[in-house]
């Protein structure tokens, strides 16, 4: 406990190295509110954002190849909703194969307990963050990323060459912006979730209780359930997929609860 609290101390300390060097104004309630509790402490986050990336990978069948950060030229980055003009602005200065991407969420969180990762990841599927999932590192340290699937990728140019009209990008903008909007009811919805799961365990002790272990009852409850639904909507000997939502991912969601130790 005691060795957390100074590695927490020191990590808080550190300088923010991200290419802002400042947390984004709209998850920076979230992150105080956990690095204000014992058991947790936030190593990096980000609250969402539309991305311009030009890279040399090519764009192989219409599906755009991944841009490594190190060799790519980034032609527009907003944490706020833009307009074509922006986006037609930005590509003008490209020169090789451009990506247009919605980012949403995500956070990460380094957990003093396994009981205390649990909650949040209660918090943040209920919160509409399905990808979520807990990961336990080989020295012992539990960290828990909020993550979803509310994303979007698609190729604009090709060495340079506009291959899509200004409609379609007007088009492209308004689906991103509103994956931006819904992206904040999100992140609205996680703080208020997490706010009263914080205040209902009563401040988050990592000690045994028998609150703690309610709290771990219920959340075995749910993690059954959702893998019983998740099996639900799997392929039927037909071949059938019943009622799987857009952006859903069964088997990704399997393996995150799989590699939960209860």
Not at 121 to 140: C, L
Not at 161 to 171: D, G, Q
Not at 177 to 203: C, P, S, T, V, W
Not at 241 to 247: A, C, N, Q, Y
Request: net charge positive; with cysteine; glycine share 8%.
């Amino acid at each position: 406990m005691a060795a957390f609290g100074r590695w927490k101390a020191q990590r808080l300390a550190r300088a923010d190295c991200s290419r802002r060097g400042a947390l984004d104004e709209r998850v920076a309630g979230v992150v105080r509110l956990l690095n204000g509790r014992a058991p947790f402490c936030t190593t990096s986050s980000c609250s969402g954002r539309l991305v311009l990336a030009e890279g040399g990978a090519a764009v192989s069948a219409g599906v755009p190849a991944a841009v490594p950060k190190k060799h790519c030229r980034w032609l527009l980055v907003a944490h706020e909703p833009c307009g074509r003009a922006d986006v037609m602005a930005a590509l003008e200065k490209a020169t090789g194969d451009v990506v247009f991407k919605f980012e949403p969420f995500v956070l990460h969180v380094l957990c003093q307990e396994l009981q205390d990762a649990q909650l949040l990841h209660s918090v943040a599927i209920e919160s509409g963050f399905k990808n979520s999932g807990i990961t336990v590192g080989r020295g012992g340290k539990i960290m828990m990323a909020v993550r979803s699937a509310h994303c979007l990728e698609v190729p604009l140019s090709h060495m340079g060459k506009l291959m899509v009209s200004e409609e379609y990008i007007e088009f492209l903008v308004h689906v991103a912006n509103q994956k931006m909007e819904e992206n904040a009811r999100r992140i609205d919805r996680f703080y208020k979730h997490l706010e009263a799961a914080l205040e209902a365990a009563g401040g988050v002790s990592s000690s045994p209780s028998t609150d703690a272990g309610q709290a771990r009852a219920v959340y075995v409850r749910r993690r059954k359930r959702r893998t019983a639904q998740v099996q639900d909507v799997l392929p039927t000997p037909e071949g059938r997929r019943e009622e799987l939502e857009p952006g859903d991912d069964p088997e990704g969601s399997l393996e995150i609860l799989a590699g939960i130790t209860l």
